[in-house]
């Protein structure tokens, strides 16, 4: 399969459940997004790399770095290649400069390391077809106080809870999509998506 390369393009604090973040990745290519929903040590490792800040001590993704840099390991890249109920499952591709190796990760583990290792990120279409969702206009990167992150791992797809946008016309669901997209809502808009691909399919 084809494998379309992702950038990060947001991570800000999930609007449906409490402690944890919503990591959008963005089609690099295209103007596709991708919103999962991470946990929030997780996200404060990616906050820090990307900000370039420096902890007093190492975090678990800079020991791992370090540790496998002392033994001349080195990440490839980091491909999503499933979702399976809403779970995003993800691998590691690496080598010691012998033979290349691939293992599971977790999906906020495995972007936290390749931003570290500065490794691309793919995904496969039908990720991007079932789990993406298409904006119009100009984004740009975007970090909340991450700081306070507290602690979880929901590693999954946004909340698919619709029950919100259940009593909406067409019409309407049409408008709020296109609303939650201007003002970057990444989140909200996965959940309206869902909504109007229900109505389509039933």
């Known amino acids: 399969m084809k494998k379309i390369k992702l950038d990060i393009v947001g991570l800000s604090y999930s609007q449906t459940q409490s402690g944890a973040y919503a990591l959008v990745l963005g089609e690099v290519s295209g103007r596709r997004r991708l919103p999962i929903i991470i946990g929030g040590f997780e996200a404060q490792a990616i906050a820090i790399e990307i900000e370039k800040m420096t902890p007093s001590r190492p975090l678990t993704h800079d020991l ?8 001349h390991i080195r990440i490839d ?3 999503i290649y499933n979702l399976v109920d809403g779970i995003f499952y993800a691998k590691i591709i690496f080598n010691d400069g012998q033979k290349q190796t691939e ?3 977790r999906t906020s583990d495995a972007i936290a390391l390749a931003v570290r290792f500065k490794a691309p990120v793919y995904t496969y279409e039908f990720i991007l077809a079932s789990a993406g969702i298409v904006i ?7 970090l909340e106080n991450i700081e306070s992150a507290g602690s979880g791992d929901p590693e999954t797809v ?8 259940a009593s909406m016309t067409d019409e309407q669901l049409q408008e709020t999509l296109s609303k939650a997209l201007a003002d970057e809502l990444y989140e909200k808009a996965a959940r309206i998506r869902d909504e109007i691909s229900r109505r389509k399919s039933s």
């Open 77 to 79: 890249e980091v491909i």
């Open 103 to 105: 293992i599971d990760a």
């Open 64 to 71: 791992f770095k370090t540790f496998a840099e002392t033994y």
């Open 158 to 165: 946004a909340s698919k809870d619709t029950s919100s946008f």
């Open 136 to 142: 119009e206009g100009n984004d740009f990167v975007f």
